[in-house]
T-cell receptor
């Protein structure tokens, strides 16, 4: 059973703090990992993707990948109320199929 | 560059009816996939089309079907609608299989 697991939250952080979102996956063969953000009533939008072990930074966002531990995370620095959303972790399985976690709800408190 | 376009955005159907949803991918994208999203189940994969052929299929009953045309546009159909089919249906496109996918705004289906 291939799975992508996320803590559903809700995760609450004060404005200006670092929000840490975590995701584990079951398929060791997975090569590509993605983070999407979904505001209530809207469709998911891509934040960033990561393929290699280590960190990848894009503005206030940092994705971290550890393939040995089958773990991918997203850090949001200087969190803003506009970051309040559900964050979806996605993994590409063998066969090019995307598989999504159920998402973590983040609330940034002003 | 236009994004993924889905029509209709909102629709209400009665149990037992059928519905067809349409998706126009980003220009140059050849892969189209469909997802169902409900509050309790999250994003569930329906199927993926590439070069007019279904490449992957999720765990949904045969009432859910789709197709892709030569211009990469795609449609999905749900027959004999049930109340549980009420959901947000999302189409996503990517340049090729295994590439980053980009979502349309979705079609909100309510079955009454």
């Amino acid at each position: 059973q291939k799975e992508v697991e996320q803590n559903s939250g809700p995760l609450s952080v004060p404005e200006g703090a670092i929000a840490s979102l975590n995701c584990t996956y079951s398929d060791r063969g997975s090569q590509s990992f993605f983070w999407y953000r979904q505001y209530s009533g809207k469709s998911p939008e891509l934040i960033m993707f990561i393929y290699s072990n280590g960190d990848k930074e894009d503005g206030r966002f940092t994705a971290q990948l550890n393939k040995a531990s089958q773990y991918v995370s997203l850090l949001i620095r200087d969190s803003q109320p506009s970051d309040s959303a559900t964050y979806l972790c996605a993994v590409i399985w063998t066969g090019n199929q995307f598989y999504f976690g159920t998402g973590t709800s983040l609330t940034v408190i002003p | 560059k236009a994004g993924v376009t889905q029509t209709p955005r909102y629709l209400i159907k009665t149990r037992g009816q059928q519905v067809t949803l349409s998706c126009s991918p980003i220009s140059g994208h050849r892969s189209v996939s469909w997802y169902q999203q409900t509050p309790g189940q999250g994003l569930q994969f329906l199927f993926e089309y590439f070069s007019e052929t279904q490449r992957n299929k999720g765990n949904f009953p045969g009432r859910f079907s789709g197709r892709q045309f030569s211009n990469s546009r795609s449609e999905m159909n749900v027959s004999t609608l049930e109340l549980g089919d009420s959901a947000l249906y999302l189409c996503a496109s990517s340049r090729d299989r295994g590439n980053t996918i980009y979502f349309g705004e979705g079609s909100w289906l309510t079955v009454v």
